[in-house]
């Protein structure tokens, strides 16, 4: 019998909220089906929101601790470890390499949304040579997209980086036969989930609805938490769409079931740093059209026309139009929805995962990816 692999998962504290604590249970149950024993560990803010410096100094001060005494006391094969690429997530990942030995165990990260874009541009030494840290240290890097691969390694060619998919399954979604005579029957309603953040292209779906709500009734689910929360609330009610745009906050469980069943289309501009993000896949799990930007991960999972219209970023007049084409089309709109929820089945954990376990494997056997 294979003698199972033990594998120690850092990833975000159930606490802070985000895709992380969702995809952690995903994960860990996935590779234990592969023949992996997993042992999770904290790694993240412990709480949402902002943190004081003491607090942060602290905290990740104890987690590190917590940590090597796990390793110690454990003596896994591998280190899976889940987080990002941006300063507060390298000033937490740079002290973790220098402190475990080299290759024992191997470090894998898992970088879910990554600043790979900064890495070809002039100035930012500090931030590339952390970067480089992370990546010299690490047997491998697993991304999420292409797109970050590409960039990836024009930065770091010595490394190894290898695109994989997060795990998915389906929570609650609305009865196929609702679907489309729900949304035909009705004002239209488009959502957005999201961090409320410029870059999540929050403000240029506002402009947009803007434009569309000047030419039928329409309503706007904008759910998520963020910093930009009190600018759209400002935003929305000098533009005069009070009564139109409603801001749900953080949502989860049956409110943000409600959320995706109200819904006609789902709408996310984002031109952020992250892979695929999984409130696409939520919508696409509920039969929605989506409409996005062909970056990163959507580029490389959703086909134009079948799964999502794809819309430039920074550009609400034509954000606006292809909103207004989607609405007028409603055999448009149920086949993409039906494709949509027959892509999600490709995310499978058991479909997958055997791909994480085989780069773990490969990594516990010895072939690593820095000197």
């Not at 943190?51 to 454990?74: F, H, M, N, P, T």
């Not at 609330?233 to 409603?246: A, F, K």
């Not at 086909?303 to 999502?308: H, I």
Request: aromatic share 6%; proline share 7%.
């Amino acid at each position: 019998m294979k003698e199972r692999m033990r594998v120690l998962m850092l990833t975000a504290f159930p606490t802070i909220g985000g895709p992380l604590p969702k995809l952690a249970p995903l994960v860990a149950e996935g590779l234990s089906r592969c023949g992996c024993d997993v042992v999770i560990e904290g790694w993240s803010a412990h709480r949402a929101g902002r943190e004081s410096l003491v607090a942060k100094l602290l905290g990740r001060s104890a987690d590190l601790l917590r940590v090597q005494r796990r390793i110690r006391e454990w003596r896994p094969d591998v280190i899976y470890v889940a987080t990002a690429h941006n300063w507060p997530a390298l000033l937490r990942d740079v002290p973790l390499a220098l402190t475990v030995s080299r290759g024992r165990p191997p470090l894998v990260v898992h970088l879910h949304g990554s600043e790979s874009d900064r890495l070809a541009t002039r100035g930012g030494a500090l931030f590339k040579a952390c970067s480089a840290y992370v990546a010299r240290r690490s047997a491998a890097v697993l991304l999420l997209s292409t797109e970050e691969q590409r960039e990836w390694m024009a930065f770091y060619p010595q490394g190894r980086f290898e695109v994989v998919a997060n795990p998915f399954v389906p929570t609650a979604a609305r009865p196929v036969s609702a679907t489309p005579a729900a949304a035909d029957s009705r004002s239209p309603v488009l959502l957005t989930v999201a961090r409320l953040i410029a870059q999540k292209g929050v403000f240029d779906l506002l402009d947009a609805f803007a434009i569309v709500h000047r030419q039928r009734p329409a309503r706007l689910l904008i759910a998520g938490t963020g910093p930009a929360a009190d600018d759209l609330r400002n935003r929305i009610r000098v533009m005069g769409l009070d009564g139109s745009v409603d801001l749900l906050g953080y949502v989860s469980g049956v409110d943000l079931d409600r959320a995706f069943c109200d819904a006609t289309v789902f709408v996310l501009p984002s031109y952020f740093a992250e892979g695929f993000p999984l409130a696409v896949m939520e919508a696409m799990s509920y039969g929605l059209p989506v409409v996005t930007t062909a970056i990163r991960g959507c580029a490389d999972h959703l086909l134009p026309g079948e799964n999502a219209v794809f819309v430039p970023a920074h550009d609400p007049e034509t954000l606006a139009r292809e909103i207004e084409k989607l609405l007028d089309d409603h055999a448009l709109r149920r086949r993409m929805g039906a494709a949509n929820r027959a892509k999600v089945a490709e995310f499978a954990p058991d479909s997958v995962m055997p791909r994480y376990a085989e780069i773990l494997r490969s990594v516990a056997m010895g072939k690593e990816g820095g000197a």
